[in-house]
């Protein structure tokens, strides 16, 4: 019979034990009691299964302290598994024993209508309930299938710092610290270092938080969200897209074929994940604006596109829409000039249906040493922050290019979930530190 380290059997497991007697613990999501027996839904953290608990099938002691039951009050409790298709899971225990282990009392959350600042506040407890639980757990298969996929391709894992002398993007958008009398900064990106391990390793990823200063309060941001961003060396623009394009369709493949009961308890359109396969629908910048202009957009060429103008665009397609080639002026400093129109990069975005916004921005990077440097100069960087950067170019530059794949934005899209703050455990965002 098989068991947890701690002797119990999991609710995940009870397929395995159909008439058999066993024990497991968990907490009390809900009672109800009819007559001489009472229901008890029980999570361990697997599951839930509903126990039935008969006055003539235990002792005093248990039916009393049965019918005392709060909820998330800690139980030990044995019983006879059984088949029943209108359970939890499909399955039930008969219960021969209960033994309360700890008492909630006054459980904070309960099953009526909180307020977002109240559930925010009461997060360490609101990550039990059953909608959190789904959307956390879709969280954890994709993650995994990030490294899987990253795995499978080749790519070594390459662990970038948290805290960097050189930026990545804007400079306006940084949490600083002193370290030991320097300026220190929490990371934007591992990218630049990622980079660096290239010529060692061709194909490399980094997969971490990263941290961006944004004043900012729309439901498509964090100040802490998770980043994955692989980088390939002898890989241009063409090459990058068609590799963002294989990993996302992945992720989504991987969602839908273990965490299907997650996302039909978030009542997630699964049709809509089911067509997300390659080729993705592909615009180009110039393109896009004038897509964009049609629909009543005011952009101008060189403006990057605003969140409204994403949603808009994005509502064109029924799958992420990769826009390609922006203006320079609009990207960031390492990204490789584009030889056809020196006023665009060769970069892309990956901007997902359902007005989720962008989840991928990728580039070909700059790999010319005097090009990159010029870049740095112009942008006002501090040429020595960035010695050891200029050095990859200055001892065998090569042709590479990379992307970053926000975790919270995606998973926000294949659950469905209209707000970034429940895709992590403990979100930080302008106004909150805490929990």
Partial sequence: ???????????????????????????????????????????DGTGVVQC?????????????????????????????????A??????????????????SEEFPIQPKEHGIEFLMDHRHLWLRSTLQRAVLRVRSEVMQAVHDFFYEEGFTRIDSPILTGSIGESAGTLFSTDYFGEKA???????????????AFRKVYCFGPTFRAEKSKTRRHLTEFW??????????????????????????????????????????DLSKLERVKPPFPRVSYTEAVELLRSRGSQIEWGQDLAGSDETLLADQFDMPVMVYNYPRAAKAFYMKEN?????????NDMIAPEGYGEIIGGSQREDDLGRLLARIREEGLPE??????????????????????????????????SHVRELIPFPRMMNRLSP
Avoid at 88 to 101: A, S
Avoid at 237 to 262: D, I, K, P, T, W
Avoid at 339 to 346: G, I, N, Q, Y
């Fill in 52 to 84: 039935v608990l008969a006055k003539k099938e235990v002792g005093e002691d248990s039916w009393e302290a049965g019918l005392q039951l709060t909820q998330e009050t800690t139980v030990e409790v044995e019983g006879v598994v059984r088949a029943d």
């Fill in 227 to 268: 980043m994955v961003e692989p980088e390939v060396a002898f890989a241009d623009s063409e090459a990058n897209m068609r590799l963002q394009e294989r990993f996302v369709s992945h992720l989504v493949g991987r969602a839908l074929e273990r965490c299907r009961e997650e996302l039909e308890i978030l009542a997630r």
């Fill in 1 to 43: 019979m098989a068991m947890t380290e701690s002797g119990y059997v999991e609710v995940r497991n009870l397929h395995r034990h159909v008439g058999n007697t066993v024990t497991l613990a968990g907490w009390v999501e809900t009672l109800r009691t009819h007559g001489k027996v009472a229901f008890a839904l029980i999570r």
């Fill in 384 to 417: 020595q922050a960035y010695s050891w950067y200029l050095d990859l170019r200055r001892y065998g530059t090569f042709v590479h290019s990379g992307f970053g794949l926000g975790i919270e934005r995606t998973v926000a899209w294949i659950t469905g979930r």
């Fill in 339 to 347: 030889p056809a129109d020196p006023r665009t990069v060769l970069c």
């Fill in 185 to 199: 900064y929490l990371a934007q990106t591992g990218q630049l270092y990622i980079e660096a391990a290239c010529p």
């Fill in 86 to 103: 209108r359970s939890p899971g499909g399955y039930e225990l008969g219960l021969v024993g209960l033994r309360v282990l700890a008492r």
